[in-house]
């Protein structure tokens, strides 16, 4: 692993030479998520007084010093909390906010603000709508700061206990030099096949934050309907390659399969940002800027005129009772 540079403020990244003030610094509750890497665990500060105690969100991986899989574990969780600590001093209210690192001889571990649920599927446009707005909006703050996520699915968008979508799992993500004429510039495929973008899924030479469009649009589709836009009912699994290739030949033509409901300026905006041909597709500015956020700004002030005759005229008729 790197180390940070001198200048970072590094009272957020601890190195301890016994497992023991683990316990003594967090009292570990339950475990939220877990996977062959390690474990997502909720945890409080050992230090704070019951009063003022918060949840928080732990990232665990188990660290081996003989294994390769376990090095490359503990290198990739260290990455991500590089990238999500970036934020830190520059925080966006839909992006994860990260806490602490914390490395001991047998674990490394990401300490991050705690959210209780997932985003869930299924839900009303009028509903949909805000999170998108407010997820669309993340997108376009770490790409204009050269970051990418490379895994935006429903699993990795959690919400708030205010009801805000926040981006979790900085796991794949990359941070670019704006600077430099290869950011946002990969070859690689990686990322759930579900949600790969044709020219990523294919690794040919792509620009990321079009691929972080198309994922996000497919993760759309996928809370207003239940399903992606590719396969026909949520019971569809991409195991074998020949699934898969199934799969990926439906996006590499952008067919939409099955049966699906919303608005026409939602299924028009999410057609942008799933166009097959990346050169075509929208970018994060583009999608902010789509005419469906003006239509509903619209609406709502029509609704708005329309509740506030509503009021006036009832409020008239109780007059004329009088
Ligand atoms: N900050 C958090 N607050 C609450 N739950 C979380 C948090 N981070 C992760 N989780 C839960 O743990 C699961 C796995 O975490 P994630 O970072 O996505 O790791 P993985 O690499 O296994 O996908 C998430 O899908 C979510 O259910
Ligand atoms: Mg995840």
Redesign the pocket.
Known sequence: MEPLSSNDNTTDVFSFQDDEELSNRLQFIKE????N????W?CELKSEDRANKRPL?T?LVHRNKESKTSAARVKSLWN?MKIIRRLKSDPHPSI?KFESFLLTPSYAIIT???????VTVQVSESHARVWFKHLLSAIQFLHSRGIVHN?IKP??I?LSAKGIP?L????FAEAYDLGSSAAFHSRFAYGTPEYLAPERARGIPHDTRKSDIWSLGVSFFEILVGRTPFESSDTDQCVTEEDLQKYWGRTLRGKWVGSWKMSKGMERLLKRMLSPNADLRCNADEAMQDIYWAQMQQSNHVNEHRKAFLNLRGFCQILSLI
Request: glycine content about 14%; aromatic content about 10%; overall charge negative.
């Open positions: 939220i998520g877990c996977g890497w390690g474990s997502v909720l969100a990232k991500e994860i991050m603000a705690f959210h209780p649920d997932l895994d699993a990795n959690l926040v979790c799992d900085f796991g």
